[in-house]
């Protein structure tokens, strides 16, 4: 895992990448990540980010479908500003895309014509947006 990843974004890898069969395991793993978080704690961000299990493992919801195709997302370092890339005059509807899924910490967003600026309050809202967009973008 990468050191500047907060908890729920290395908690949103793990299952994407890994087969945890327990709460107890993504604990476990989140710790060796440098993240040491209760198993409320995991429980509480798995109902809220609606992971289920499938076959025995916890693997999070599907993506929801965009109004527009996401070719790359890039987050700042602190993770205050996102930019989205989509193709030439798509930008305005998939930041109302963005704007409507009122996610936590999702300040606000600003299109041109094949790019989005997203405003961050920190490195959850950009977890929160990248879980957006997973499986639209390639990440940078």
């Not at 499938?54 to 996401?70: C, F």
């Not at 989509?86 to 041109?112: E, F, M, N, R, W």
């Amino acid at each position: 895992m990468l050191p500047h990843m907060s908890w729920r974004e290395t908690l949103a890898s793990l299952l994407d990448t890994g087969t945890f069969a327990t709460q107890g395991d993504l604990v476990r793993a989140l710790a060796a990540a440098g993240h040491p978080v209760t198993q409320a704690t995991v429980s509480r961000e798995l109902a809220a980010i609606g992971a289920r299990k499938v076959r025995g493992a916890y693997r999070q919801p599907p993506p929801p479908s965009l109004p527009a195709p996401v070719l790359s997302v890039a987050v700042a370092a602190g993770g205050g500003v996102a930019v989205v890339t989509t193709l030439p005059a798509h930008a305005s509807v998939l930041a109302q895309a963005i704007d409507d899924a009122a996610l936590k910490g999702v300040l606000g967003t600003i299109a041109g014509d094949n790019t989005v600026f997203v405003a961050l309050a920190g490195t959850d809202a950009a977890a929160a947006l990248r879980r957006l967009l997973r499986g639209s973008a390639q990440e940078k």
